[in-house]
């Protein structure tokens, strides 16, 4: 990773209207290196507590299979 990738981007949260929620994917997505990772709040810019709440969106729906556990 490059310094530039490793800065702190602006939260796509930054709307308020914006919910976390497992049925929404493509708002998850965003939250998601391209290998599928869950991307750390240091780099997403996020709080702790809208981390867990992304964190667990993203389990349950990767357990609904509305999101892949990797990428090929």
Request: hydrophobic share 40%; aromatic share 4%; glycine share 2%.
């Amino acid at each position: 990773m490059s310094a530039e990738d490793r800065k702190r981007r602006a939260s796509i949260l930054a709307d308020k209207t914006l919910v976390i929620d497992y049925k929404n994917p493509q708002l998850l997505k965003a939250f998601l290196t391209d290998r599928g990772k869950i991307v750390p709040s240091r780099i997403s810019g996020v709080s702790a507590r809208v981390q867990r709440q992304i964190t667990k969106s993203i389990k349950r729906a990767r357990m609904l299979a509305l999101l892949p556990y990797t990428v090929k």
